[in-house]
């Protein structure tokens, strides 16, 4: 089991930055990719980021490179997403969760990852 707690949200205006921190505990958080997700009301869960179990490797979706950057520090059991240039249809709840093992960072099918956090909802105001 591992239990994963995100902060951080909340609201800012358009242009802004936020930082996601996700903190992890009960398994060995290091040896595990991490993945961020975001959700929109009246929207499907999305892909957002992902990062390697060593933080050496990072995949984005396509339309965030750029503007949000996953990193981690294992000895704080801890994944952060940086967000700038915030806009409006950015809104959504943000979700972590920790990845199954032995898939590339680029599959990013919800199904692949069996623990997720609780959400920390983050509003960008035009």
């Known amino acids: 089991q591992v239990q994963l707690v995100e902060s951080g949200g909340g609201l800012v205006q358009a242009g802004g930055s936020l930082r996601l921190s996700c903190a992890a505990s009960g398994r060995t958080f290091s040896s595990y990719a991490m993945g961020w997700f975001r959700q929109a009301p009246g929207k499907e869960r999305e892909f957002v980021a992902a990062i390697s179990w060593s933080g050496g490797n990072t995949y984005y979706a396509g339309s965030l490179k750029g503007r949000f950057t996953n990193s981690r520090d294992n000895a704080k059991n801890t994944v952060y997403l940086q967000m700038n240039s915030l806009k409006p249809e950015d809104t959504a709840t943000y979700y972590c969760?920790?990845?199954?093992?032995?898939?590339?960072?680029?599959?990013?099918?919800?199904?692949?990852?069996?623990?997720w956090g609780q959400g920390t909802q983050v509003t960008v105001s035009s």
């Open positions: 969760a920790s990845k199954s093992r032995g898939t590339s960072l680029a599959a990013v099918a919800t199904t692949l990852y069996p623990y």
